[in-house]
């Protein structure tokens, strides 16, 4: 976007935002107590508001209106946009408004409630985590992958994966999950461990403006936000794992006191416990070396590094297994057993969860519904994009039988669907008309056949995953279990 000499073009904007982030990035990384006072100046610089309204204009909720009635892809002019927002933010005048609330169903029943920012907040918390990654991101730990850059889902499960080899022997999963994680932080506790990084006043009063800007719902009430960070915001990842991250930073200090690995094999064989935690978001594992008496003893523990921040454990949802059991953990089911090629070995084997499963054919069940779609070629773009997403997640897993059964799944579903649309044609006509070759085909649109996608195994990176900020040095490699 080029609008005229006082704003940069993007590319310029997007060189002179990586600079000035990795600045940040190293000064933090260098400095783990060093406080950064002079922030608010680059909240408001032309060049990361560009940025800042080019990632809220890409996010995939932007032709979503807020409280306000507008989209940012309704908006006509992002010059004078931007202008008036930079002018409103360097006046102070520049204040949040209440988020409107929207309920989404559950795959257990339950309602999610998010919250949906207007444009000019959505634009602001957009240029306040382009300011708050880089420094942040020097203090998280490695063992958190959910909402941080250049890391991803499977990064976790390969993790797991990785402890969980007979090898190293941990065997006890203690499998939490937080209740109402984003609904329930603790604003005090939250902006305490902010205040440790950022000093600007400027920045936390912003910040704090946000938590408490309130909740529009969906009967047109004003609530108040006394606690949490409404689920939808630009913002709230990162706020989330800021808190979080007392998570982080108990169960690694613990696995620093251990000492090298000598001593750590020494307690091992005093018959002491070790734990290795693994975070995604709000969900997490404690892999534990140990017995489960070891690993039972968790509950209270987390419980109490939780409840500083106003966070406490899900009952229905935390609980403690055997791998040789396996659980499901971000869609995945993880279990040990015997190993297929190697007679008396056992291996760590993950597939797609029997839920991930079904929560695919329920959607597919509902494309392919005859009431739906006004062509044939109207299905299959949908059915694609929905096929291709849901085999790029899984086909770091023992998915091949998976995606062989979805495949005839939605082979028979688009089948019917023909047959009810086209009632009274024979198999024979459909087959010449609409199944050329042996592929479902509409013009140029054919059928996406999951059966085709290779399964490969996803190499696992531990600490040695960069940032996008890394400037000619390499992560510390991943400690030996």
Same mark, same amino acid.
């Given at each position: 976007?080029?609008?005229?000499?006082?704003?940069?073009?993007?590319?310029?904007?997007?060189?002179?935002?990586?600079?000035?982030?990795?600045?940040?990035?190293?000064?933090a990384k260098a400095d783990s107590d060093r406080q950064f006072v002079?922030?608010?100046?680059?909240?408001?610089?032309?060049?990361?508001?560009?940025?800042?309204?080019?990632?809220?204009?890409?996010? !995939?909720?932007?032709?979503?209106?807020?409280?306000?009635?507008?989209?940012?892809?309704?908006?006509?002019?992002?010059?004078?946009?931007?202008?008036?927002?930079?002018?409103?933010?360097?006046?102070?005048?520049?204040?949040?408004?209440?988020?409107?609330?929207?309920?989404?169903?559950?795959?257990?029943?339950?309602?999610?409630?998010?919250?949906?920012?207007?444009?000019?907040?959505?634009?602001?918390?957009?240029?306040?985590?382009?300011?708050?990654?880089?420094?942040?991101?020097?203090?998280?730990?490695?063992?958190?992958?959910?909402?941080?850059?250049?890391?991803?889902?499977?990064?976790?499960?390969?993790?797991?994966?990785?402890?969980?080899?007979?090898?190293?022997?941990?065997?006890?999963?203690?499998?939490?999950?937080?209740?109402?994680?984003?609904?329930?932080?603790?604003? @005090?506790?939250?902006?305490?461990?902010?205040?440790?990084?950022?000093?600007?006043?400027?920045?936390?009063?912003?910040?704090?403006?946000?938590?408490?800007?309130?909740?529009?719902?969906? !009967?047109?009430?004003?609530?108040?936000?006394?606690?949490?960070?409404?689920?939808?915001?630009?913002?709230?990842?990162?706020?989330?794992?800021?808190?979080?991250?007392?998570?982080?930073?108990?169960?690694?200090?613990?696995?620093?006191?251990?000492?090298?690995?000598?001593?750590?094999?020494?307690?091992?064989?005093? @018959?002491?416990?070790?734990?290795?935690?693994?975070?995604?978001?709000?969900?997490?594992?404690?892999?534990?070396?140990?017995?489960?008496?070891?690993?039972?003893?968790?509950?209270?523990?987390?419980?109490?590094?939780?409840?500083?921040?106003?966070?406490?454990?899900?009952?229905?949802?935390?609980?403690?297994?055997?791998?040789?059991?396996?659980?499901?953990?971000?869609?995945?089911?993880?279990?040990?057993?015997?190993?297929?090629?190697?007679?008396?070995?056992?291996?760590?084997?993950?597939?797609?969860?029997?839920?991930?499963?079904?929560?695919?054919?329920?959607?597919?069940?509902?494309?392919?519904?005859?009431?739906?779609?006004?062509?044939?070629?109207?299905?299959?773009?949908?059915?694609?994009?929905?096929?291709?997403?849901?085999?790029?997640?899984?086909?770091?897993?023992?998915?091949?039988?998976?995606f062989s059964y979805v495949s005839y799944y939605i082979w028979w579903?688009?089948?019917?669907?023909?047959?009810?649309?086209?009632? @009274?044609?024979?198999?024979?006509?459909?087959?010449?008309?609409?199944?050329?070759?042996?592929?479902?085909?509409?013009?140029?649109?054919?059928?996406?056949?999951?059966?085709?996608?290779?399964?490969?195994?996803?190499?696992?990176?531990?600490?040695?995953?960069?940032t996008p900020w890394t400037i000619n040095d390499t992560e510390t490699?991943?400690?030996?279990?």
């Amino acid at each position: 976007m080029n609008t005229g000499a006082r704003w940069p073009t993007l590319p310029e904007a997007e060189a002179k935002v990586l600079a000035t982030q990795q600045k940040l990035h190293q000064w933090a990384k260098a400095d783990s107590d060093r406080q950064f006072v002079d922030l608010f100046n680059l909240v408001h610089d032309p060049a990361l508001l560009v940025i800042a309204w080019n990632r809220v204009l890409r996010n !995939k909720g932007a032709r979503t209106a807020g409280p306000d009635g507008r989209s940012p892809r309704s908006i006509e002019d992002p010059a004078a946009f931007l202008a008036e927002l930079r002018e409103d933010l360097k006046a102070r005048r520049f204040k949040p408004t209440p988020v409107r609330q929207k309920t989404i169903p559950k795959a257990n029943g339950k309602l999610r409630k998010l919250g949906i920012p207007d444009v000019d907040d959505r634009v602001v918390q957009a240029a306040l985590k382009l300011v708050m990654e880089p420094i942040f991101e020097a203090d998280f730990k490695p063992c958190s992958y959910g909402f941080r850059p250049m890391r991803r889902a499977q990064d976790a499960i390969a993790e797991i994966h990785y402890f969980g080899t007979p090898t190293r022997k941990y065997e006890w999963v203690f499998e939490a999950d937080i209740e109402a994680c984003f609904d329930n932080i603790d604003h @005090g506790a939250l902006m305490s461990r902010i205040r440790r990084r950022i000093g600007d006043k400027r920045v936390l009063v912003l910040i704090k403006a946000f938590l408490r800007a309130g909740i529009l719902t969906e !009967k047109g009430l004003n609530r108040k936000t006394i606690t949490g960070t409404p689920q939808g915001g630009v913002l709230s990842p990162l706020l989330a794992n800021i808190a979080l991250s007392v998570l982080d930073e108990h169960f690694t200090r613990k696995w620093e006191e251990l000492g090298p690995s000598w001593t750590r094999a020494k307690h091992r064989r005093n @018959g002491g416990a070790v734990c290795r935690i693994v975070r995604y978001a709000d969900d997490f594992v404690v892999m534990v070396n140990g017995k489960r008496d070891d690993a039972e003893a968790l509950r209270e523990e987390v419980t109490a590094v939780l409840a500083p921040i106003g966070l406490r454990l899900s009952d229905e949802k935390t609980k403690v297994c055997h791998i040789d059991e396996g659980f499901d953990f971000l869609g995945f089911h993880i279990q040990r057993r015997a190993w297929r090629s190697r007679e008396g070995k056992q291996a760590v084997y993950t597939y797609p969860s029997k839920k991930a499963l079904l929560t695919l054919l329920a959607k597919l069940r509902s494309l392919t519904r005859r009431s739906k779609h006004r062509s044939l070629g109207d299905l299959l773009k949908a059915v694609n994009k929905v096929l291709q997403g849901w085999c790029n997640y899984f086909k770091y897993g023992v998915s091949g039988r998976t995606f062989s059964y979805v495949s005839y799944y939605i082979w028979w579903r688009i089948v019917n669907w023909l047959r009810k649309r086209h009632d @009274g044609l024979r198999w024979d006509t459909l087959r010449k008309r609409c199944y050329p070759a042996g592929k479902f085909r509409d013009g140029n649109v054919e059928l996406f056949d999951p059966a085709t996608v290779s399964v490969t195994r996803y190499r696992y990176r531990g600490a040695r995953i960069p940032t996008p900020w890394t400037i000619n040095d390499t992560e510390t490699a991943a400690a030996t279990a």
